[in-house]
């Protein structure tokens, strides 16, 4: 069997032709499954190409077709918080939804690490992306403007506006039914964890949180955690909240892992969960399940608000009068043990 001419160089299309005693343009006909190729001919170009090991030039079939076929999930959050140990996070469970969309419709989901830095973006090569929950000024979105490539965001991107194209988290109304259900079950003094950046969802439960607290006349009981710390991070916000303010009864951490370093951190002060101190969190991730106590959390319907962000990509890259917005159902409140108070299960 013939050979390319040197054994480093990377077989071309031009060494299968000669090969195969065929032309370029029946070899890439043959390999691409189009054109009217005779089948003995398509299956000896084929065989040629695998003994010669060659492999088509991805990044000149995208110049030719327009179109890499591949739409990119991203985010800035840390894998603290949007993957973990359990790697069924947030950042996984939309991953998951996505994925089978896209494939549906012929197209290819490719992850990017959740970092702090968009640099994973710059070796792979596709038409559009997904950002998770973007901060205000987010380096994924920011390495997406500079190569020109549409991008939808799984949450709003806050100072955005209606530039963007999002898929609705309903920020403020998660906030209000995490605060509303904690003042149901008793709390007088709740405070509020959130990660230290601008996500929507942390500028939505603060103004909801300042909000509803002067309404009540509760101080403003809040603090911020690095996302990056995950567990540890959110252990040593809440022991510092309740060494300020022993009152506290009751935290409404918006990260889970905050939450469950808050668990930890109300055990060790010598109070429990939920007789002394409530517990919430957002998202309904498996942390949220397995904590001891169980979490009360949100059904923020991520599988749907996935498939949402998907369509809503694909109908950006169709051009044409594509919506700036994607509807999900309104968040549903899953309450568990670490909020019920001992009278209201009673």
Do not use: W
């Amino acid at each position: 069997m013939p050979t390319s001419d040197s054994p480093g160089r990377r077989p071309t299309i031009a060494d299968v032709a000669g090969a195969a005693g065929v032309s370029r343009t029946t070899v890439s006909h043959a390999l691409n499954g189009i054109g009217k190729v005779d089948p003995r001919t398509r299956a000896r170009v084929k065989e040629v190409a695998a003994e010669l090991g060659y492999r088509p030039n991805l990044r000149a079939q995208r110049l030719r077709r327009g179109q890499a076929k591949a739409i990119a999930l991203a985010s800035s959050m840390p894998l603290a918080v949007a993957g973990g140990p359990s790697r069924l996070g947030f950042y996984m469970e939309v991953a998951a939804a996505a994925a089978e969309r896209a494939l549906n419709h012929g197209y290819a989901l490719v992850l990017v690490p959740p970092v702090e830095s968009g640099s994973g973006l710059e070796s792979v090569d596709i038409d559009g992306a997904i950002v998770v929950e973007p901060d205000r000024d987010d380096p994924v979105v920011a390495e997406l403007t500079t190569r020109g490539l549409p991008y939808v965001t799984l949450g709003r991107q806050v100072g955005a506006g209606d530039r963007v194209p999002s898929v609705d988290l309903h920020g403020g109304p998660v906030a209000e039914l995490l605060l509303e259900h904690l003042r149901e079950q008793g709390a007088r003094r709740p405070a509020l964890i959130t990660g230290t950046g601008d996500r929507h969802t942390y500028v939505d439960v603060r103004e909801v949180f300042t909000r509803l607290a002067r309404e009540h006349g509760r101080p403003v009981l809040s603090a911020t955690a690095p996302e990056e710390g995950g567990e540890e991070a959110g252990y040593r916000c809440c022991a510092e909240l309740l060494r300020r303010d022993p009152g506290i009864d009751a935290v409404c951490a918006m990260v889970d892992t905050f939450a469950v370093g808050a668990v930890r951190a109300i055990a060790d002060s010598g109070r429990t969960v939920p007789d002394d101190v409530m517990v919430v969190t957002r998202y309904d991730g498996i942390r949220a399940r397995t904590c001891e106590p169980p979490l009360t959390a949100v059904d923020l319907h991520l599988d749907e608000a996935a498939v949402g962000a998907v369509e809503l990509l694909l109908e950006h890259l169709r051009g044409g009068d594509a919506p700036s917005r994607a509807a999900t159902p309104r968040p549903r409140l899953l309450p568990r043990t670490s909020s019920l108070r001992v009278t209201a299960r009673a």
